[in-house]
């Protein structure tokens, strides 16, 4: 499986991200509709906000409507928006503030990683994003980036 990592000495805080995703999902080139937000912790620290496709999703086991699943072959979190009335329990839930609210659907939305090709990784200007093996992730971060992104929280 592959997964999103992020290197917080490389984004720049374009957010560049944010708007490839809401076109590729939404059409408009506007970060309300994206499934990744970049948020600004000190002055010039971003960290992104986004479904981290956990390996025991809490929103799967809470959703009431069986809303959401994950796609066991790909580890990706799928959202059935027919079955979603936007009761917000995974969003509540989410200990990574990675599921939002569509601004005008009224039902929650979150990463599904462009079903295994994510726009935002290509885009990202300052290659602080990338899409690797999960195994591959704990070679890649440096334990000193790790502490770096848990005192920028």
Known sequence: MKI???DLSKCTG???CEI???VKHEGVSSPLF???KMLKRY???FAPARCRQCEEPICVIACPLNAISKD???GIIKIDHD???GCKVCMELCPYGGIYMHPIKRKVMACDLCDGDPECVKVCSGKALSYIEEHEAIYKIKREDIFKFFIAK
């Open 14 to 16: 374009c957010r560049l």
């Open 72 to 74: 066991k072959m790909l």
């Open 43 to 45: 002055e010039a620290v």
């Open 34 to 36: 994206s499934r990744i």
């Open 20 to 22: 490839v995703c809401a």
């Open 4 to 6: 999103i990592v992020f």
């Open 83 to 85: 079955k979603c009335r």
